[in-house]
């Protein structure tokens, strides 16, 4: 008996302290097609960023000001696109990183809807997008703007679920590439 309480202690022990680092999370949105897909399950590194900087490609989730229906805070799903220090702009369907165009095989469409300016990201902040351009609520909008790197709550690195499509989210874009393989080789239904 004396072992049985002893292995639930070790197995709850472990689990609270996985929680501290992994926090699993379900997308509910579409704003991250083609890479990641609404109910699909992930788990985010929640200590990313007390060890290592912001990358540009990573796949962040992020507190908002905006509110759910609920009147809960609304989180978002994004990829990071400027760091600081970066200079972007978008005009006429293009992204431009530090005055080159931006190459971006893991977004949905080719063209990036809406115009920024030029600006140099701050120190503490950065720029977000949507892999799925036409409809994500990124940085391009005034409700969403710049984000605080301290109000990330985590960086995406592993799809759970679906399981045709389990394993390491890449930050260049080279998990969708291997979505889009596996969609093109399912069997029609």
């Known amino acids: 008996m004396k072992e049985w309480i002893r292995d639930i202690l070790i197995a709850v022990a472990v689990a609270v302290i996985i929680m501290q680092f992994i926090k699993p999370t379900i997308v509910k949105e579409h704003s991250m097609e083609p890479t990641l897909y609404e109910n699909n399950y992930i788990f985010l590194s929640k200590q990313q960023y007390r060890f290592s900087d912001v990358k540009q490609g990573q796949i962040v989730v992020f507190r908002s000001d905006m509110e759910t229906e609920n009147g809960e805070e609304k989180l978002l799903i994004k990829r990071i696109i400027g760091v600081p220090g970066d200079r972007l702009a978008i005009s006429d369907g293009n ?27 701050p120190e503490g902040k950065v720029f977000v997008m949507g892999d799925n351009r036409q409809n994500s609520l990124d940085s391009r909008d005034g409700r969403v703007g710049l984000v605080n790197v301290d109000q990330i709550m985590g960086m995406a690195f592993f799809r ?30």
Do not use: C, W
């Not at 389990?166 to 093109?184: I, K, M, T, W, Y």
């Open 160 to 189: 759970v679920f679906p399981f045709s499509q389990f394993g390491l989210l890449l930050p260049d874009g080279a998990d969708a590439q291997r979505s889009e393989v596996a969609e093109s080789t399912d069997p029609a239904p």
């Open 95 to 121: 992204v431009y990183l530090n005055g080159e165009p931006f190459a971006e095989d893991y977004t949905k469409e080719a063209f990036t809807t809406g115009h920024v300016e030029e600006m140099e990201i």
